[in-house]
Structure formats: C-alpha cells, structure tokens
C-alpha cells in the first residue's frame, strides 16, 4: 500500500512531471530557430544559447497556460488533435508548419485580439503589407494551411481575448519604425520561429544523450503535446494542507523555478550542469508568510488580541470573534499593505502572500460585500481626482468595472479578492525578465481559474486580464539611483509630475486594447521626459535624469540596471513587508556582475560583496517603512562568517 501510495503522490507526479519538461527543453535546445535580431551577447554561441534558452521557456509557460485553459474548456481540443491537424496544416508532421499556423496564432492573433476584430495579415507582397506592418494582433500564415482564411478563423472562434501581457507578441518596432524580431511572427520567412513539429508530436519515447548538461546519456524524450496529455492538470491551488495527486497552478511553479535555474543569469549562459531545485518549498513559503502578516497585523492593529490574529492566520476553519469594527480595521490594513520581493524569481512568494490573504478575507468577510464596498469607495475618489477634467463615460466605465469584478455570475468571488489585491498591495522585481514573465503567468493562470464561462455572454463571459507591467519588473534590485545629497524639500512640480505618472500606470493595468495601451505608453515616455528635464534643473545627475527618461516599464525585453521603487512603482515611502529567498554566494565578483560590485562597495555600508545575501539584507532594510517587516531565507554562514560581520551589526 505504501508503494501504491508513493507512486501516486504529488512529489513524484511533479517531479516526473518536471523531468520530463526538462529533457524536453535541453532536447529542444540546438533544434529551433528564433530571429537573431536582439543582441543577448556579443560572443555568438553564447547569444544563441540565451536566445534559445529563454525563448524556450517563455514557450512552455505560454503553452501550460494555454493547456490550464483548455482544461477549462476555453480552448478545443481540434488545435491538438493530431488527427485533425493533418488535414488543416499542411505538411503536417513532416515540417515546422504546427508552431507558426497554430500556435502563433492562438498566441498572439486569438488571446490577444477581441474577437470582434479578429482578421488576416495576409502576405501580398509590397505595398499592400504596408498597411499592417508590425502590427502583432493579425492572422499569418495563410499558405501554411490547407483550409481557407475563413475555416481558420472558424477554428479559434470559441476562444475568449485574454489581455494580460503574456501574448503580447514581442516583435517590436524600434524608435526608427523597424520591428525588431523576437517571437518572429512574420510573414517575412528569415524573421519566422522555426520549431519542428515532431518537437510537439513525436509519440514514441526517444533515448537521447544529455549529459553535456549532466542531465544523463540515456534520457527518455517525447513531443511537449504527448507529454501534456500524460498528466492530470487540476484548476484547484493547493495548499500545504490540501494538496491533490496532480499539477496545480501552484505546484508547476516547481517546474518553472527549476527551468530558470537551468540559466545561469550571473555567467549569462545556460548551465552546462543541471543545478540543484532552487524551488522554496510551499511549507516554508506559507509559514514566512504567516508569520510576517502576523507582525504586519500586530504592529497595525495593537488593541486586537494576538490569540485572535493566531486563529485568523491558520488554516483552521474556526472564524475569531470580532467586532464589526474590528473586522473593517483588518480588512482596512490588508488593502494598506504594500509587500515586495526583490528576488521574485518564478513568484513563490508574491503568490504565497497573494493566497493567504485572500484566505483572511473569505473568513472575515465571506460575502466579498464589505471588500466590494471598500474598493468601490476608493475607486469613486480616484475617479473624481482623475477624471475631473474627462469625459463622464470613461468614470462610468471605471465604476462599472468594479461591479464587474464582483458579479458572483460572471466570477467566483476570490476572483474580486484577488484582483485588488494584486492592483494595490503586491510588488516583485527580478533581473531576469523571463523570471518576472513567469511569475506574472502564475497570477494570470490564479485569476483566469476565479472565471466562470458563459458562452452567451460577451466574450465568454471572460473579463480581460489586466496588465501586469507595473506590478512585476525586471531590474536589478541591489543598483539604486544616484540622487542629490541635500534633498530636503521636494520640487512641488516634480510631485505632480510623478502623480500623473503614477495616476496613469494605475489606469494602464487595466488598459485592454492594443490602442489604448499604446496611447498610455506614449503618454507615459512624454511624462518621463518631462520629468527628467525637471530633475536636471533640480541638480540631480544627469546619468540618473535619464535613466529616468529611457526605462520603458512596458517593455518586456528589457531588464533596468537600477531599480527604484518610487520611479518604477511610486512607492515613496516603503513597503511594509520585504519577503524573498534571495541568492546567495560569492557571484559579485563575476564579470557580468561588475557593476553591481563596485555599486555595493561605494554605497553599502553594512554589506560586505563576498556573499550578494549580504547586500540584499542591506537593500531589505532600505526598502522598509519604519517598523516593516523583513523575512527572507538567508544563508547560515551569517551566524559565523566573519564576512557577515557588518550584516550582524545592522541586524543587531
């Protein structure tokens, strides 16, 4: 029985499941193409490894996404029937057809697009293509099919728009008009993604040699789609005390974790040896994050009994006895809270947070009636501020869409908790940007399961995801601004400025056309710009003016050398709650590091650059409001190492 039961528990399916993805992704490696128009390294073997490497993962994370969805019956089944697809794509298994027809496509002209506005771009050679160059929303590939243009549209017809960030093709234009190629979906076949479709189909199990990556020289290897269907996928997020024997949203986070482990961001190539699972284990994310919303809730709220606060936190289903009062006051602080976690990684934490906080307010209030309440109020102050001089239909709109949030017959209700949660309290920064990519996925996957599908509603009865650019960035967290010395008095211009900044990111999170967001990412370089030139004036450094001016915060691709809370978030004053797991280890001296060290030398006081975990505890501290809550998991030599002498100190 005991061996029954081992086969069938969570860690094995997982890691099976894991294993699996991993040889699939090493076998993939040297087998697909992606255009080579942004520079990763100048060293070419090195820039394609990157290339392929996160490309490939940010394709299993789309891929998984859209698996979770047609497990919820948002996506058919034909666009993974091999059966089928013989007779829709032409040359079906023999070529790299499947990726550009279907996937792609799915991608970027389906979940990306209303489905109103849904058409070809087709390939008619020039002029005509001028019309809708770089446009990323628009069905390709026409002569890759074996039906016509009105059948394919037939096929993806019962798939909702999804918004979000996630499909959002990456193939951009530069400041010249010239689209840059990173997805290659592109008419032009020398800018196309070429993955051969065995890669997704082969069904007999192949034995391959990976141990170059120290992965074994017998590995058992399959198409990603055959691999897909071997497992059981359920849409429930499990909990330490609730796990089932299948892969939750919350449990492929593993997976992801593991895969980002695979790069090497500190050598900026793909590791040559498989390294060891650098996934946090959910029981030690959920005790962290207990215990520092224990304290954060202490600390906020001194005249409620901590016994109370104990039975609130746990997952037991005894509900405390509190006031009416009181419970505003909880419910209150939880919309107050700001957390961070400078080392997001796959977002183990920030997800962790996301979910027990959702869990407080369905024991305090589990008809969602005073959450509603309390972010409808909110949100009519807001909309008085920011659209006094505007049009009454964009205020209307805005009010709408928070009764939206909570209609119990278009959501369940920890879609409403969840949302507002993540609008207003929840931050992460990394350095990778195919990190923050992933943990945004693990919150997109989190709200999109709260959704109930109607097909006789609008879209499916689906709400567009919002956009997840201001909440999650990739910057390197331990580089802060240079800022002038004597900043005693804050330019009153500089304010409104950043306001507005702020005022419009808030806006843009839940911006869902293509129109709208690109008319908001305007708006919001000219205000950088303004910006800028008002801090020149202002005497603060010109490098860190354009700095400033030049983050594009929108912009997938690219990873900040600095980072700033108050610039990328419009957080000024701190957050309350700094949680992470961040690295550890003698990496500051490596080359790609450089900058980073002599950053920490000059600025660090408490931080010695032998160990970045020093410097991050520094940086924690720097980011806390006054009597904020530090949690991370920290290396054990801090206790010992005369090298983490000044770390003691600052911790004392």
Sequence with gaps: FEEIKRAFSVEPVTKQFYEEIQNWYFWAMDKVTFPDDYKYSENAEKDREIRN????????????????????GLIPEILFDP??????????????????????????????????????????????????????????????????????????????????????CLDKEDETGKVIYIDGFSRNPEKQAIIPDY????????????????????????????????????????????????LDPELLGKVFENLLASYNPETATTARKATGSYYTPREIVDYMVEECLKEYLKTKLPDIEEDKLDILLSYSEEIPNFSEEQRQKIMSAIDEIKIIDPACGSGAFPMGIL??????????????????????????????????????????????????????????PDYARKLYLIENCIYGVDIQPIAIQISKLRFFISLVLDQKVDRNKENFGIR?????????????????????????????????????????????????????????????????????????????????????????????????????PEWMFGVVDGFDIVIGNPPYGDILGKDINKNTEEFVKKHYQHSTSNDISSPFIERGFDLLLNHGNLVYIITYAITFNKDFSKSRELLA
């Design 83 to 168: 059966d089928n697809l013989k007779d829709i794509i032409k040359d079906f298994g023999k070529k790299h057809n499947y990726y550009n027809a279907i996937i792609q496509n799915l991608f970027f002209a389906t979940l990306n697009s209303k489905i109103e506005q849904r058409g070809w771009a087709k390939d008619e050679g020039y002029p005509k293509n001028k019309s809708n160059y770089g446009v990323k929303t628009l069905f390709r590939y026409e002569n890759k099919f074996l039906i016509n243009e009105n059948e394919v549209l037939e096929l993806f017809k019962d798939i909702p728009f999804l918004n979000g960030g996630l499909f959002d």
């Design 53 to 72: 490497a996160t490309s490939l993962i940010r394709l299993i994370t789309r891929i998984i996404f859209i698996w979770f969805l047609k497990e919820k």
């Design 355 to 412: 979910h027990k906080l959702v869990y407080i307010l369905q024991k305090i209030d589990p008809d969602n009636k005073q959450w509603h309440e309390l972010q409808y109020h909110k949100a009519l102050k807001e909309s008085e501020a920011v659209f006094k001089e505007k049009n009454k239909h964009e205020r209307e709109e805005m009010l709408k869409e928070i009764n939206e949030a909570f209609d119990d017959s278009i959501n369940y």
């Design 464 to 564: 567009a995801l919002p956009n997840l650019e201001t909440k999650f960035v990739s910057a390197n967290t331990l580089i802060g601004l240079e800022k002038p010395k004597q900043l005693q008095f804050r330019n009153p211009e500089i304010e409104n400025k950043e306001r507005e900044l702020k005022e419009l990111r808030h806006r843009y999170f839940t911006a869902k056309t293509r129109t709208q967001k690109l008319r908001l990412q305007e708006k919001d370089k000219k205000i950088r710009q303004e910006i800028a030139n008002l801090l020149k004036k202002d005497d603060w450094p010109g490098e860190t003016a354009h700095k400033i001016a030049s983050f594009d915060i929108f912009d997938q691709n690219a990873s900040a050398d600095w980072f700033d």
């Design 199 to 246: 890669l997704f189909f082969q069904e007999d199990e192949q034995r391959i040699n990976l141990s170059s990556y120290g992965l074994g020289s017998n590995k058992k290897v399959r198409g990603l789609i055959n691999i897909l269907r071997s497992y059981n996928f359920t849409t429930d997020e499990a909990t330490p005390i609730d796990q089932e024997i299948a």
